[in-house]
């Protein structure tokens, strides 16, 4: 299989999703190519996001809900 051929946003879409990127390492090379043509008609991310969630089993996703990426640093201050 010849990674330089998948899209950039499918690519670090996969990879920000550990257990998708564990499945998808596991597919065959026929398996990977039509799940990378499947990839080429989403527009958004969202949908390249649900794209690549349809990898993994519902139960098996990780339960990581963030309303807002700032909550992170939120907390008792240092100084």
Do not use: C, W
């Amino acid at each position: 299989m010849d990674y330089n051929q998948m899209p950039l946003d499918l690519g670090i879409a996969i990879t920000s999703n550990r257990a998708a990127m564990d499945r998808f390492v596991d597919m065959t090379d026929d398996e990977k190519s039509e799940f990378i043509e499947r990839s080429r008609g989403v527009m958004s991310k969202s949908e390249i996001d649900r794209l690549v969630d349809s990898l993994v089993p519902e139960e098996e996703q990780p339960d990581v809900h963030l309303e807002d990426v700032k909550d992170i640093f939120k907390g008792p201050s240092i100084g």
